[in-house]
C-alpha cells in the first residue's frame, strides 16, 4: 500500500495519471535504440492528511543523478537568475569574506561561480559525477555527494556551519524528504539561513503544467505542505517569494526553528492564494486532470494536421518535460522528425520512449522547418529572442503549454 512519504497517511487521493514512461533523463545512444526500455508509472496523487502531492519513489536519486544529462550552465537566463540571486542574498544576508555559503545539487558550477567571484568561502555538494567535475573545472569547490543528515554532519564538521545554504530546484528530487531536510539543518549555522526554490503546486495546476511531473519530481509543494516539510527537519518557514522561473516557483526562506522567529506576511498571503484555490481541499485539484486531456488533444490535433498538410514540425530543447510530454501525447519521429538542443551530451542520442533523434541547433537554419515545437516552455521569452531567425523562412514558434500557441516571430 502506498503511503504517504511526508506524514504517513494512506489516505491519498489521484490528482493526474499520465500513464508509464522511461525516466525522463535516460536519454538513448544509438546503439541502445533495439533494446529495451524500462517504463515506471507516472501517477500523481496528493495526501488528504498533509497535502503533499507526490508520485511513488519508483526509481531511486542514485539511478538519476549518478551521471546526470543536464548542465544548468547550458540555459542563458538561468545562469543570469543565479547571479542575481548571489547578489541579492549577499546584500540581504550581508554576505562577505569571512562567510561561508553551502549549494546542496550544484550541479556544474552555475550558480557557485558568482559566489566565487565575490570572494565568499563555498562548497557545493553535487551526486553527479560528470557535472561535479565540470564545476571543478570551472573553480567552484566540490563534494561528491547526496545529501543525507550523515553528509550534512561530515561536511559541517569539516568546513564549519554554514551562513548560508542553497537547495534549488532539489527539494522535489529527493524520496527521503525528512532525511534530506535534517541534512539542510545539519548544514546550516544555528543562526544561518536556508533558501530553497521549488516549483509552486499551484501554478503547475492553474497553468496545466503537467509536463513537469516526472520520476525525477517526488513531490510537489504549496507553501502548506512545505511548511511540514521544513518542520520535518527542524527549520521553520520565516518568508516565501514568488519567482517565474520553471513556469511558478516558490523560494522558500528557513532558518532553524529556535531562531527563526516570525513568519513575514508574504508567508500568509501566499498560503490564502492557496486557499482560496481549493489546495487545501481536494476541490483544487479536480478539474485537472482533464486540463490535462485537452492538452494533449489539441497537440495531437496540430501535429497530424501538419503532417496531412505536408509541413515540417521539429522540436527545440531536450529538456526533462519534454520527453513527459511527448511519451503522454504518444508523439514520434513521424509527427516530430527530431529536437535540437544546446547540450552536446545530448547530440546523437535519442529521447527516452519516443526515439526522437536529438541534433545540434544548427540544424533548424539549415532544413528550415515550418514550425518549431518549443519544449521548454518555461525559457518562452529567451527562446522566442533565440529563434527569432525562423523568421526569414515565414517559419513559426509553437508552445504546447499552458494551451496550444503558434507564434509569428520578427526580427
Not at 500523481?44 to 544529462?69: G, H, K, M, N, W
Amino acid at each position: 500500500m502506498t503511503r504517504c512519504r511526508l506524514c504517513g497517511s494512506t489516505a491519498l487521493e489521484s490528482v493526474v495519471d499520465l500513464g508509464a514512461t522511461p525516466p525522463c533523463e535516460s536519454f538513448l545512444a544509438a546503439e541502445r535504440l533495439d533494446a529495451p526500455e524500462q517504463t515506471y508509472p507516472l501517477h500523481l496523487r496528493v495526501c488528504t492528511d498533509c497535502r503533499l502531492a507526490q508520485i511513488p519513489p519508483l526509481i531511486t536519486p542514485e539511478d538519476t543523478f549518478s551521471e546526470y544529462a543536464y548542465f544548468s550552465s547550458y540555459s542563458s537566463s538561468w545562469v543570469e537568475h543565479a547571479r542575481a540571486f548571489v547578489e541579492d542574498a549577499a546584500a540581504r544576508l550581508g554576505l562577505g569574506g569571512d562567510s561561508f555559503v553551502v549549494e546542496v545539487a550544484s550541479n556544474d558550477g552555475y550558480l557557485l561561480r558568482h559566489v566565487v567571484d565575490r570572494g565568499i568561502r563555498c562548497l557545493g555538494v553535487e551526486p553527479s559525477v560528470n557535472v561535479g567535475a565540470a564545476a571543478r573545472e570551472a573553480g567552484v569547490p566540490t563534494h561528491t555527494a547526496f545529501l543525507s543528515p550523515e553528509t550534512g554532519a561530515e561536511v559541517r564538521a569539516e568546513h564549519g556551519p554554514a551562513d548560508l545554504v542553497v537547495a534549488n530546484n532539489v527539494y522535489a528530487h529527493i524520496p527521503d524528504v525528512i532525511g534530506f531536510t535534517k541534512g539542510l539543518r545539519a548544514l546550516v549555522a544555528d543562526d544561518g539561513w536556508v533558501s530553497i526554490e521549488v516549483q509552486h503546486l499551484l501554478t503547475l495546476i492553474e497553468e496545466n503544467q503537467y509536463d513537469t511531473i516526472y520520476h525525477e519530481h517526488f513531490q510537489y509543494y504549496t507553501v502548506a505542505s512545505a511548511i511540514r516539510a521544513l518542520a520535518s527537519g527542524g527549520l521553520a518557514l520565516v518568508d516565501v517569494e514568488l519567482l517565474p522561473t520553471h513556469g511558478g516557483s516558490l523560494r522558500l526562506w528557513a532558518r532553524p526553528e529556535e531562531t527563526a522567529g516570525e513568519p513575514s506576511r508574504r508567508v500568509a498571503d501566499v498560503l490564502a492564494r492557496e486557499k482560496a484555490a481549493g489546495l487545501q481541499e481536494l476541490s483544487g485539484y479536480t478539474e485537472f486532470s482533464a486540463r490535462v486531456a485537452k492538452v494533449r488533444r489539441d497537440l495531437l490535433r496540430f501535429l497530424v494536421t501538419a503532417a496531412e498538410e505536408g509541413r515540417t514540425v521539429v522540436g527545440y530543447g531536450a529538456p526533462g518535460k519534454g520527453n513527459t510530454l511527448l511519451n503522454h501525447c504518444g508523439i514520434r519521429p513521424d509527427l516530430l522528425a527530431y529536437t535540437v538542443d544546446r547540450n552536446p551530451y545530448k547530440h546523437g542520442r535519442y529521447t527516452p520512449g519516443t526515439r526522437i533523434p536529438i541534433l545540434p541547433p544548427e540544424r533548424i537554419a539549415a532544413d528550415r522547418p515550418d514550425y518549431v515545437l518549443v519544449l521548454p516552455w518555461n525559457l518562452r521569452a529567451e527562446l522566442t529572442e533565440q529563434l527569432a531567425y525562423v523568421h526569414e523562412w515565414g517559419g513559426r514558434l509553437v508552445f504546447p503549454i499552458p494551451e496550444l500557441s503558434i507564434v509569428e516571430v520578427e526580427r
